[in-house]
């Protein structure tokens, strides 16, 4: 459950007679929260749990233009996990970005991708894993649409023949790598059967340094 910068979980156990969701040992009304979300990674016996959730409302608008600041920093879904070595992307995730235009300052990448860690008051938008992870973390093993990030060849010659619930899988192979061959061919292996699409339909624009095919879904 969320409203401005902070995250409530815990168990919601039906209503009282006014119609105020009994929550844990208290009660709240529906209008006093700013989102009310499923956490169905979260175990019947969870403990009811508080999290003062900081957010930079000028980055974050920005960044996802159509996002409500205080919504986005607080809501309760899942929209991206990232594969790869987890190392270099927790040094990833300290990169200070901004969209070029309306003058925002840099901000750090975790503040817009909000990495869940139940040990940290980030956010629950994506799932950060190492390339070696027995099977998918959660939240990121419930159902839900969602954007897959393969970083690394290793990454995608481990994950891109068990991928069972995204919308966007996004594969990063470096040239750099050893096994970047191997990744590239296992990819198109994958999408043999797939139709190769037009950047232009997909409105993605690669820098010059950068190669890029993308394909819809396989036949």
């Not at 156990?13 to 709240?28: A, E, Q, Y």
């Not at 996002?67 to 040094?91: I, K, N, S, Y």
């Not at 023949?161 to 790598?177: E, K």
Request: hydrophobic content about 40%.
């Amino acid at each position: 459950m969320s409203g401005g910068g902070k995250v409530e979980v815990g168990p919601v156990m039906g209503t009282d007679p006014r119609g105020n969701l009994r929550f844990g040992r208290k009660s709240l009304k529906p209008s006093h929260c700013a989102d009310i979300t499923l956490a169905p990674w979260a175990s019947h016996d969870y403990r009811e749990r508080k999290y003062d959730i900081a957010y930079d409302a000028a980055l974050i608008r920005n960044m996802v233009p159509s996002a409500r600041p205080e919504l986005f920093a607080t809501e309760g879904r899942t929209a991206c996990v990232v594969m790869g070595p987890t190392g270099d992307l927790e040094e990833e995730l300290k990169l200070r970005v901004a969209r070029p235009g309306d003058g925002a300052r840099l901000g750090p990448v975790y503040e817009i991708l909000r990495p869940f860690d139940m040990y940290k008051a980030r956010g629950w938008h994506s799932v950060i894993c190492g390339t070696q992870s027995f099977d998918w973390p959660l939240p990121a093993a419930e159902k839900g649409r969602r954007l897959l990030i393969l970083d690394g060849a290793a990454a995608v010659n481990r994950w891109v023949g068990n991928i069972h619930d995204a919308d966007v899988v996004l594969a990063l192979v470096h040239r750099s790598d050893s096994s970047a061959a191997a990744a590239a061919e296992a990819v198109l292996n994958q999408r043999r059967s797939a139709l190769r699409l037009d950047l232009r339909e997909i409105d993605w624009t690669p820098s010059p340094t950068v190669e890029v095919v993308a394909f819809g879904e396989p036949a």
